[in-house]
């Protein structure tokens, strides 16, 4: 099979960009650029067993168009002339793949429901969608069926129905955002959720034992009693100090500002109990606004929190494997409108890390039903409470099992190697030859 991918990987570094360099490299590269993949492979040595020389798994063969629009976070979004005039240039360059290499389907992820992506899909469409055989969407965002149907007018609703209508398959990541595909009356519809190469192999031997021992400590102390050496011998001495981790882009949407009050109102019940345990946050991402920067560093000051926070910026490699290592808990109250499977929640999980974060979309499937760390958005007191509750809570091995068993790179790029290759061995109808169906 040849697949013409028209997205873009990484820079700017998020979930969708890195889930589609994942991807690519799992299926041997961009056939455009032999050798690329074997020297620079982003999903680690564990692919190797699951590629081939000639064309990845099953024979599937990518054909990339990097159709990057934006170099930084704080350009996503914005509506310039440049950025048409690279659009169309990236449409021209998939029509002559199309006839120099023969990739006649042609892989595209949607927009979320804001205008300016919308503006793309229907020129990327437009153009693109009646020199291919087959059109496969991957839905990463969650939320345009709804967006479409409050927001937009009849009028462009009515274009992106007439441009996007019955796909040949989409693939979507959640039940949740199945939705999104069938609003729009994809043909077929799959459900592949994310999955990332396993970062912690060591986890049983190397990660739980600690996590055990700082859970089972922090009990102890919370008890009124006092911490023996045999108590200390796996937390790495400092179980009295629960880390709590926020991994994300630093916007409000995103839960920043909800974690940082959350953390000051847990601290102060904590200080008022005189227990024997305190919190430290440690904040990582980068701020899309210079303004919201001003106002996380402009509350920790007012709240007398200098001493309990630190912001490390955007991290990435090892620095961010340790800090999820040594994490007592991850924190992620998110309400970002188009928010569907993030990957930090996932390394959360595979960390064996106790999660904070909101019923929210398509969160609640990845947890146990029942999980208690779910909370409602915008609800800093509910965070606070829920975080005073996580600190004993011992949860690493069940966590660990959901990830290798819903979320593993291998199972991923096996879920799209078989939706991929199944649309392939069906004919086409008439309908799906004709391209674009109008409403």
């Known amino acids: 099979m040849k697949l013409l991918v028209f997205a873009h990987t990484p820079p700017p570094h998020h979930g969708q960009s890195y889930m589609v360099e994942l991807m690519l490299a799992g299926f041997g590269g961009d056939r455009r650029k032999a050798g690329r993949h074997s020297r620079n492979n982003p999903a680690g040595e564990g692919l190797a067993a699951t590629t081939t020389a000639a064309g990845g798994p099953v024979g599937i063969e990518c054909y990339h168009v990097d159709a990057r629009l934006s170099q930084k976070l704080e350009d996503i979004g914005d509506l310039r002339l440049g950025k048409f005039v690279l659009l169309l240039g990236y449409c021209l360059q998939a029509i002559w793949c199309r006839f120099r290499y023969g990739a006649d389907n042609f892989y595209y992820i949607p927009a979320p429901g804001k205008r300016s992506a919308l503006y793309r899909d229907w020129v990327v469409m437009l153009i693109c969608r009646p020199f291919f055989k087959r059109v496969i969407l991957h839905w990463h965002a969650a939320g345009l069926a709804k967006w ?7 009028r462009s609703r009515s274009l992106t129905y007439r441009l996007m209508k019955q796909v040949d398959l989409s693939i979507v990541l959640s039940k949740y955002n199945r939705a999104d595909a069938e609003k729009l009356f994809s043909r077929q519809i799959r459900i592949v959720s994310n999955g990332i190469p396993d970062p912690c192999p060591r986890f049983a031997e190397e990660i739980l034992p600690r996590r055990r021992a700082r859970s089972a400590a922090r009990r102890k102390l919370l ?13 790495g001495g400092d179980p009295q100090e629960v880390k709590v981790l926020y991994l994300a882009h630093c916007t409000r949407e995103k839960g920043v500002f909800d974690t940082l009050t959350a953390v000051a109102l847990a601290s102060q019940r904590l200080r008022s109990q005189q227990a024997p345990v305190s919190l430290r946050l440690l904040v990582t991402g980068g701020f899309v606004k210079a303004e919201d920067k001003a106002e996380f560093d402009r ?5 007398g929190m200098a001493d309990m926070v630190e912001y490390l910026g955007f991290v990435s490699g090892e620095q961010k494997l340790r800090l999820l290592r040594e994490a007592d808990l991850f924190c992620f109250p998110t309400y970002y409108e188009n928010e569907n499977q993030p990957v930090n929640l996932i390394e959360s999980l595979a960390f064996g890390l106790p999660i904070l974060t909101t019923r929210w979309r398509s ?32 949860i690493g091995a069940e966590f660990r099992d959901i990830f290798l068993r819903d979320f593993t790179l291998e199972r991923h790029l096996a879920g799209l190697a078989k939706a991929f290759t199944q649309l392939e061995s069906e004919p086409l109808t008439a309908a799906a030859a004709m391209g674009p169906v109008p409403k």
């Open 148 to 154: 479409l149907e409050v927001v937009v007018a009849m």
């Open 223 to 235: 008890s009124g009693a006092k911490l023996d050496e045999a108590d200390l011998r796996h937390t």
């Open 299 to 303: 509350q920790i000051a007012e709240s």
């Open 363 to 394: 969160l609640p499937e990845l947890f146990p039903e029942n999980y208690p760390g779910l909370v409602k958005v915008r609800s800093p007191e509910q965070l606070a409470d829920r975080l005073l509750a996580l600190m004993t809570i011992e």
